[in-house]
């Protein structure tokens, strides 16, 4: 006959049975019965009992709701057990035994199957324990709990009504709450509950404890198979053949007297992960007390101060749990007349800076290894950390007001402004402002970085605005398709919601939503030391290099103290943006004389030679890779419509005009202005990403792409005369055939040696280019002759794979495809492996085929998304490179990457990392 009960002292004995395997052990005693023997044989205080496995269960329900044979007469041996053990009896008015009957399945069903109370309360121990009390408040109430429970559960009788008894005692007695009824209350709500029973069953409620036990562990049995709990592990995938087990454990009362208590408590703090007990108290008072809130706890150093040495045990409990869940428990207890029981406990809950400190910790404390702390911490996690976010407390139930594309993470609060320019005059740190424009262009970028945050309501993950926001860290939704914007009259309205220019605003950049008013935020700690160390960690293990896409040299900064290992993306065009710069590239533009164009370009060159110096010297040592101007040469021209505004505006003007100086003036405007619409309209594009850009820019315009590098290469040289280490790298974007490439870099190289034979320094160089057109990948190693190395950019390489519009899809069709799950993820977001990371495969393989030390990397936005980071080191890149405020989140998501390469080697202990450093 199988063994069908065992007592919490026996889990040896499971063991046994089951081979020791630990999903063994929860799958016969469920996940309660498991973890309460478990407890037990580390020898904490755990209130005596036994378990009826789910075997038994299954045999019962098998059977038609028959015991099967042996079950019973096990459970009453046990049932002898716990007497023994309690000193109590069942049905012993001297000294009852109660006990609870509970559900405890191998997966967690909360609240889904029955739970029976106070087994072994009859009309006699009731009295007993009244006249022993005094009073007999707490007894009839624990009677009136089992009779309800016992009605409801076995019985299958209404809820409602008991409730309708009780609620008539309440009405009778003159309270409104239950804890004002008294003893005699009690007993007559009893007296009402048994009569219930029998008018809604046809039998009596049974006296005989052992009774009350066998039925009562029949229907939690058959609770398995109630709706609740089908349709529970139906829509959570648990197969519905493991059955339940039962849990037949001694009832101890928090609220027995006034040297009894009920509380819950952390081993750890769960907000911040510092070491110590955290948790909160009642004394004289029941679980349901502390979870309902309806009496204030108190923390738990107010039970350190009153009973010292049960705080100590507690404590001492609380670390043997630690040690042996390795992990941060999450406990409830109880103490009875003076005498402490642990309950439950599981892993905690906790923030992401406490999970942070505590793997850090742990590991320090050689808990866990260097390894698990960092497999602890996710990804997400980090970013979270990372970034500002709105005060849960403060957000509540409010509703957002709109709803876009989360692009760059954290919380931003401030005043609404609709132009960049005003954005720039007004914003300051005592009157933060918010940009919110219909989308953000370059010339934009002043604004935007004087914004705390950004908002559009068009564009995607790679728009302007999204790029520029991750780059900067601004928090910014982008593509809010339900928000309008009226420029001229300066607000925006959502549905009837109107915001008006000044008006404040909150950003959730992390979630992506609108709110409108102040809402606090709660500020990331940068610095923080745990972080660090685990970072470093993550270093220590990962295989593919971290870069920043950086422009600026204050950026650059920023990236070098988040670990970047050096450059892996500057956006030559955001410097010809800045406001001294525009005007020179447009006269460039404008030019229709080479010399005049020649001039233009020879104004920028010590500018962008300054720029380049700045990120060389934050460099120091690293490499740096400077791309060639990319976008169309229309986005440096005020937009078209713009210009046949002030056209009309200016023309309107003149008729005002009194003096000829002035009307001289103003007909020089007209024509200045006249020739801007003349160009931006030959210049127009009516799919700009797929025109004139990139390499193609610098085939038609040899001299800008010229001067570019001659100033990368006097500002290298210059670095290197004042032993700055450099290592420049220079990058043709959007080549498409290797035809392109031996122009451009013949040409390039040539200005390149030219200025080193000026200058009398030699510098190491590299010339590359970037993979972002499917024919470049396809046809990687003839482009691999004539390039040092690949950056992949996959914002436009996932453009182009997919034939969608990057600045487009995200608010268009795309949702739709994602709501659908035609798509499993956003391509922009995540890269598509078997496409996108098909062609990547192939151009690496052949890259590298055709020469062998070609360095790869990924510059796209997915260089910062950790799966997307997963991908790259399976490929085999050398580096990411992503927004310098990604970097610590892609140097943990690479270690990550790397410890799933071992595990799936060669099932390598933890303890190689650990024991590295
Ligand atoms: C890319 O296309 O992935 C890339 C990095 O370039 P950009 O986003 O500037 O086109
Ligand atoms: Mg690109």
């Known amino acids: 006959m199988p063994k069908y009960i065992y007592l919490f002292t026996e889990l040896d004995d499971v063991e046994a049975r089951t081979g020791g395997d630990h999903e063994a052990v929860r799958g016969l005693l469920g996940g309660k019965g498991a973890n309460l023997a478990d407890m037990t044989r580390l020898g904490v205080p755990v209130p ?22 042996g079950l019973w007469e096990q459970a009453l041996e046990a049932v002898a057990v716990l007497e023994e053990q309690t000193g109590k009896g069942f049905g012993d008015p001297s000294a009852p035994l109660l006990v609870s009957c509970r559900s405890g399945a191998k997966f967690s069903m909360p609240g889904m199957m029955d739970t029976v109370l106070n087994i072994g309360m009859n009309d006699l121990t009731a009295e007993a324990m009244a006249a022993s009390a005094g009073d007999g408040r707490f007894a009839f109430d624990l009677y009136r709990r089992l009779l309800h429970m ?23 007695a003159g309270v409104s709450v239950d804890a004002e009824l008294g003893g005699d209350d009690w007993r007559d709500i009893c007296e009402r509950y048994k009569a219930v029973v029998r008018t809604f069953s046809g039998r009596e ?18 609770s398995w198979n109630g709706k609740r709990a089908v349709d529970y592990r139906t829509a959570s995938g648990i197969p519905h ?9 001694t009832m101890v009362f928090g609220n027995l007297d006034s040297s009894s208590a009920t509380g819950v408590c952390m081993s750890r703090n769960g907000t911040t992960g510092e070491p110590g007990l955290e948790g909160d108290y009642l004394e004289n008072a029941q679980g349901e007390d502390v979870v309902a809130g309806t009496r204030r706890t108190e923390p738990l150093s107010g039970l350190a101060e009153r009973s010292p040495e049960l705080y100590t045990e507690l404590e001492d409990i609380a670390r043997r749990l630690e040690r042996h869940h390795r992990n941060m428990q999450d406990l409830e207890f109880t103490i009875e007349a003076g005498k402490l029981w642990v309950l439950q406990t599981r892993d905690g809950k906790r923030t992401a800076e406490a999970e942070v400190r505590i793997a850090v910790d742990m590991a320090d404390e050689g808990l866990i290894s260097r390894r698990e702390a960092l497999e602890r911490v996710s990804a997400a996690q980090v970013d979270v950390f990372l970034h500002p976010k709105f005060d849960p407390r403060a957000i509540g139930s409010r509703e957002p007001l709109a709803e876009g594309l989360a692009v760059s993470p954290g919380a931003a609060v401030g005043q609404v402004v609709f132009d960049a320019d005003r954005a720039e005059r007004a914003g300051s740190a005592e009157r933060p402002v918010v940009l919110v424009r219909p989308d953000t262009k370059p010339d934009d970028v002043h604004g935007m970085l004087a914004a705390v945050g950004i908002v559009t309501s068009r564009g995607g993950r790679t728009s302007h605005a999204a790029l520029v926001a991750r780059q900067f860290g601004r928090p910014a939704v982008v593509g809010v398709s339900s928000m309008e914007i009226d420029l001229v009259g300066r607000e925006l309205r959502v549905g009837d919601a109107v915001v008006r220019e000044g008006d404040w605003i909150s950003v959730d950049g992390t979630r992506g939503l609108l709110y409108e008013g102040e809402i606090p935020t709660v500020v990331a700690d940068l610095d923080n030391p745990y972080l660090a160390r685990l970072l470093s960690w993550a270093d220590d293990v990962r295989r593919i290099g971290v870069r920043a896409n950086a422009d600026y040299p204050r950026d650059a900064e920023r990236a070098r103290s988040h670990g970047a290992e050096g450059i892996g993306l500057c956006r030559t065009e955001h410097m010809f943006f800045e406001t001294d710069r525009l005007p020179i590239v447009q006269r460039m533009i404008m030019a229709t004389e080479s010399h005049e164009r020649e001039a233009a370009v020879m104004e920028l060159l010590p500018l962008q030679r300054s720029d380049f110096e700045g990120l060389f010297r934050v460099m120091d040592g690293l490499p740096v890779i400077i791309r060639l101007i990319d976008p169309p040469l229309h986005e440096f021209l005020p937009a078209a419509s713009q210009l046949t505004a002030d056209l009309a505006d200016l023309k309107l003007r003149l008729q005002h005009l009194q003096t000829l100086p002035e009307i001289d003036r103003a007909l020089e405007e007209i024509a200045t202005k006249q020739r801007y619409l003349e160009r931006a309209r030959a210049l127009h594009e009516d799919n700009p990403m797929l025109g004139t850009r990139g390499v193609r820019l610098g085939i038609l315009i040899p001299e800008l792409v010229r001067m570019q590098v001659r100033a990368i290469f006097e500002a290298a040289c210059g670095c290197a005369r004042d032993g700055v280490d450099v290592h420049p790298e220079i990058m043709i974007p959007l080549v498409t055939h290797v035809q392109e490439l031996r122009e451009m870099r013949g040409a390039l190289e040539e200005e390149g040696r030219r200025v080193m ?21 396809l046809t990687a190693d003839e482009i691999a002759e004539v ?11 996932t453009q182009t794979t997919f034939g969608i519009s990057r600045d487009d899809a995200e608010q268009g069709f795309l949702v739709e495809y994602l709501r659908r799950g035609v798509l499993p993820s956003n391509p922009f977001e995540t890269l598509d492996e078997d496409g996108v990371g098909r062609l990547m495969e192939w151009a690496v393989g052949e890259g590298r085929r055709a020469r062998p030390e070609l360095e790869m990397g990924i510059c796209g936005e997915h260089g910062g998304d950790p799966a997307s980071i997963g991908l790259c080191h399976t490929l085999g890149l050398d580096y990411v490179s992503c927004s310098p405020f990604r970097v610590p989140i892609a140097r943990l998501a690479a270690a990550h990457a790397a410890l799933a390469d071992r595990a799936a080697d060669a099932e390598v202990e933890p303890e190689p990392v650990a024991a590295r450093a």
């Open 787 to 797: 390039a040092e190395f690949f950056s992949f950019g996959t914002n436009d390489l």
């Open 241 to 249: 053949d493991l059955g339940t087990a039962v849990n037949v454990q």
């Open 205 to 222: 409620f049974p006296p005989d404890p052992r009774e009350q036990l066998r039925t009562a562990t029949e229907a939690v049995f058959r």
């Open 48 to 69: 005596h009992g036994f378990t009826a496995t789910t075997e038994a269960c299954n045999a019962y329900l098998s059977a038609g709701g028959e015991l099967p044979e």
């Open 150 to 172: 016992y009605g409801t559960v076995v019985l299958n009788i209404e809820d409602d009504a008991f409730e309708r008894e009780l609620e008539d005692r309440k009405r009778t």
């Open 757 to 777: 034979d000026e200058t009398g320094v030699d510098v190491p160089y590299r010339f590359g280019t970037m993979i972002e057109i499917p024919r470049a990948a």
